[in-house]
Nanobody, 123 residues
């Protein structure tokens, strides 16, 4: 059974930092692209960041320089380090895994999803 479990969300003030974790089980973690997406109320789920099997990283333009995605294949865990958080970053953040050599930004390309973790940034 495949399971992706996010943790690390919370309520913070603008300018603060958070680190999200995504612990995977039931998959060969190193063979999967790992992505982070977010969904704010009333909005579509949007790509935030992804890291390929070889470590290549991709980001949404609005988070470049503030967010960092990483992975630890020994721990089957992906991370999203978020700095200088803004109220516009408020959303439910989802971890996703895609068994592919290519890195996609579209949610429907990903095979497995976590349940999400809430990030709320107040001004």
């Amino acid at each position: 059974q495949v399971q992706l479990e996010e943790s690390g969300g919370g309520l913070v003030q603008a300018g603060d930092s958070l680190e999200l974790s995504c612990s995977a089980s039931g998959i060969s973690f190193r063979e999967h692209v790992m992505g982070w997406f977010r969904q704010a109320p009333g909005k579509e789920r949007e790509f935030v960041a992804a890291i390929g099997r070889g470590g290549t990283k991709y980001y949404l333009d609005s988070v470049k320089g503030r967010f960092t995605i990483s992975r630890d294949n020994a721990k089957d865990t992906a991370y999203l380090s978020m700095n200088s958080l803004k109220p516009a970053d408020t959303a439910v953040y989802y971890c996703a895994a895609d068994h592919s050599v290519l890195v996609w930004r579209k949610p429907n390309e990903y095979d497995f999803w976590g349940q999400g973790t809430q990030v709320t940034v107040t001004s």
